[in-house]
């Protein structure tokens, strides 16, 4: 299937759920803004920034098909060079970066489309001890540790405004995996992490773990304000490129 269809009905974890909810809250906000979605996939993440903003949004992903592609308001492209410099307001890139073998020249590319002042919001997944069978078959390269992503944003031209990690909750359940993982024989060992999930959106399985999700999100981001940072799955970076 072509992944500029919609796919609504999907059964979405709820880990992408509450992901989805709690960087719109991040987002800036205003309807004559820009936004572009690197590694946009389905586009599930950027069909809610239309609701934000009166302008089209980029969805960029070397996956699709078309080179370029206009569709209900969403400019689809399968390459960041066919966005102008210095155009966007607001550029996502949310667990992109680990997939980048050279995430250096990649996320200066991505920078160069941000207008002066402009917002880039980042996620990755956290740890490098955490790297398990589920990141090779996501074909990720790394995990980052917060300096590890501060290290990397500082080679840029840009303000580091916030960072911290988040879903601690899940960060517990993932070191008893690969604790499992790491006992069990090499021949015996298959994928491990997120996988599919069994529940439709509005079950109140998913409910429920959606709103433990989103708890766990705004105490590490209240933590932060006090400095304190407990670990988590993800670490997130809120950026402002200098004028």
């Known amino acids: 299937m072509d992944l500029t269809e919609k796919t ?17 809250k991040l987002m800036p906000k205003n309807s004559n803004l820009v936004y572009a979605d690197i590694g946009a996939g389905d586009q599930f993440f950027t069909s809610k920034l239309l609701q934000i903003t009166s302008e089209n949004v980029f969805a960029i992903d070397n996956e699709y098909q078309d080179k370029r592609l206009v569709q209900d308001g969403i400019i689809c492209l399968n390459d960041t060079s066919l966005i102008e410099n210095n155009s966007i307001d607001c550029l996502l890139m949310m667990d992109v970066l680990e997939h980048i073998e ?28 955490l790297f398990s069978s589920h990141d090779v078959f996501l074909k990720h390269h790394r995990r980052y540790s917060r300096k590890q992503l501060l290290d990397l944003l500082r080679k840029h031209d840009i303000c580091i405004e916030q960072s911290y990690y988040f879903y601690s909750s899940l960060f517990i ?6 604790l499992f993982e790491n006992l069990k024989p090499k021949e015996g060992k ?15 399985i998913t409910h429920s773990l959606v709103l ?9 981001k209240l933590l932060n304000k006090i400095h304190i940072r407990l670990p988590g799955l993800s670490l997130l970076a809120i950026c402002r490129k200098n004028s």
């Open 102 to 129: 050279n995430e250096t020249i990649f996320l200066r590319e991505g920078l160069n489309k941000l207008k002066a002042n402009g917002k880039l919001i980042i996620t990755v997944p956290a740890m490098q001890f």
């Open 173 to 178: 359940i993932r070191c008893i995996t690969i």
């Open 190 to 204: 298959r994928n491990i992490g997120i996988g599919l999930w069994g529940h439709n959106e509005d079950s109140i």
């Open 8 to 24: 609504e009905n999907l059964r979405r974890h709820p880990w992408e759920l509450s992901r989805c909810y709690n960087v719109l």
């Open 212 to 220: 433990i999700l989103n708890v766990d999100f705004f105490l590490n």
